[in-house]
């Protein structure tokens, strides 16, 4: 999708003090929203509600941040499909939790991936400490933890590095979520949310053979993975019954990477794989069936990054409530 123009409208929105914005008058609609396309929500749904958001990413894997920071072109150009399924669970009017599944393809240099392959799965539960307003405004917040399983290939790559979909690591992710919604002055709705999350290292995990560390055929040893960071900060304006704008911020961090080991001919090798970090942005377009069912729409895009990968990723979800 191209960029959106009108979303500048957001950006100015979002410099509006609350002091500015209106309270929601009794015959007004309540807004409708999907989420933005990668915040996680904050505000948890009635106890007993099922809420499943299948996900369509076509990410192009078009350069790479070096370790100053310059951008370089890549040829071939990679290109990945990938299918994610977040499917969430309301325990009760406070807490939830959260399965996502997911498998991708990946194509380039005249090779591609054997066919679709299940990546890491990640289970979350949360819990809203917090609640809004009775009229949904008010300061929501919420702490939610997140574990990764290693359900993804990262190790015995065999010839093909595209069979390569996790990184073996069992991952425990802790954040702190915000949100909060205002009424403007004309009478469109505001909701903007944000994330900090923090992933302690999770150790050392096993490597044979050719991996996603870089290591080669016959090579057994361990990768000592560090820490991980994320911040999002996302806002949602609503136009309409219908349609939505979307603007979004990403910044994610992962520590640098130790690798030790035995190769195939019994020498002792070791390498590093240097810390990373890059900044996108992810603008979209939401457009609402019912208020139980929506579309979003947009694209994310790196725009800075250190050791990273440069990319485009077009995505579009369904957001369907139960």
Do not use: C
Request: charged fraction near 15%; charge should be positive; glycine fraction near 10%.
């Amino acid at each position: 999708m191209r960029y959106i123009p009108n979303v500048t409208a957001l950006v100015l929105a979002l410099t509006i003090p609350a002091a500015f914005a209106a309270q929601a008058s009794p015959e007004q609609e309540s807004p409708r929203f999907t989420g933005p396309l990668v915040t996680p929500a904050v505000n948890t749904m009635p106890m007993g509600m099922l809420n499943i958001e299948p996900y369509l990413i076509h990410t192009n894997t078009r350069g790479s941040y070096d370790n100053t920071g310059h951008r370089r072109e890549q040829h071939p150009m990679y290109r990945q499909w990938q299918v994610a399924v977040p499917m969430t669970y309301a325990l009760t009017d406070s807490s939830a939790v959260q399965l996502t599944l997911n498998a991708s393809r990946t194509s380039g240099g005249g090779r591609h991936t054997d066919g679709l392959r299940m990546g890491d799965s990640v289970l979350r539960v949360q819990q809203r400490l917090i609640a809004p307003a009775a009229d949904g405004t008010g300061l929501v917040l919420a702490l939610a933890v997140a574990q990764r399983f290693v359900t993804g290939t990262y190790q015995r790559l065999d010839t093909n590095p595209l069979n390569a979909t996790g990184n073996g690591a069992a991952r425990t992710t802790l954040s702190l979520g915000a949100q909060q919604l205002h009424w403007l002055a004309n009478q469109h709705a505001l909701r903007w949310r944000g994330q900090l999350a923090w992933s302690p290292s999770p150790g050392h995990v096993k490597v044979h053979d050719s991996s996603v560390y870089g290591t080669a055929e016959g090579f057994r040893g361990r990768a000592r993975v560090g820490q991980a960071w994320n911040a999002t900060l996302a806002a949602e304006y609503v136009l309409d019954t219908h349609w939505g704008l979307v603007g979004e911020a990403i910044w994610n961090r992962a520590s640098a990477v130790s690798v030790s080991g035995r190769s195939r001919h019994g020498q002792t090798t070791r390498h590093r794989v240097a810390a990373s970090h890059d900044i996108s942005l992810a603008p979209a377009v939401e457009y609402h069936f019912s208020p139980t069912m929506g579309l979003i729409a947009g694209v994310q895009f790196t725009v800075a990054g250190r050791n990273a990968g440069d990319y485009v990723a077009p995505q579009a979800a369904l957001n369907m409530v139960f």
